[in-house]
C-alpha cells in the first residue's frame, strides 16, 4: 500500500488549506485512513479520523480537540482517499501532517501504513 498526500504549502493566519491523500497498491484491505500530524518538539498526534469502522462516513468523523471547529475530514471508502479541510489555520497548526491507514485480512489486523508526510507552514 502506498500512500500519496497533496495539497501542503504556506499560508497565512486564517487561511485554508485542504490536504488530500490518495491510496494505491493493495488498497483491498485498507480498513480506514486518517489524518496524523508532527509538530516541531512534539510527538506525532491524531488529528482527524473516522470512530467505529465506519470510514468514509461523515457521521462516523472525529477530530482532535484543537482543531475542532476548523478541521473537517472526509473520505471514500470506495475510492481509498481521504482529505482534509483547515479553516482559519493558526501558526500552532505548523508541521508536517502525515496520511495513515490501517489494514485488516479475514478480520485480522494486518498493519498500518503512511505517507511520506506534506509540510504545512503557518505564517503569523
Known amino acids: 500500500v502506498q500512500l500519496v498526500e497533496s495539497g501542503g504549502g504556506l499560508v497565512q493566519t486564517g487561511g485554508s488549506l485542504r490536504l488530500s491523500c490518495a491510496a494505491s497498491?493493495?488498497?483491498?484491505?485498507?480498513?480506514?485512513m486518517d489524518w496524523y500530524r508532527q509538530i516541531p518538539g512534539m510527538e506525532r498526534e491524531l488529528v482527524a479520523g473516522?470512530?467505529?469502522?465506519?470510514?468514509?462516513?461523515?457521521?462516523?468523523?472525529t477530530v482532535a480537540e484543537s482543531v475542532k471547529g476548523r478541521f473537517t475530514i472526509s473520505g471514500n471508502n470506495a475510492e481509498k482517499t481521504v482529505s482534509l479541510q483547515m479553516n482559519d489555520l493558526k501558526p500552532e497548526d505548523t508541521g508536517v501532517y502525515y496520511c495513515?491507514?490501517?489494514?485488516?485480512?479475514?478480520?485480522?489486523?494486518?498493519?498500518?501504513?503512511w505517507g511520506q508526510g506534506t509540510r504545512v507552514t503557518v505564517s503569523s
Open positions: 495513515h491507514a490501517d489494514t485488516y485480512y479475514a478480520g485480522d489486523y494486518q498493519g498500518e501504513y
Open positions: 497498491g493493495s488498497i483491498f484491505g485498507i480498513y480506514s
Open positions: 473516522f470512530t467505529g469502522g465506519g470510514f468514509g462516513m461523515d457521521n462516523y468523523a
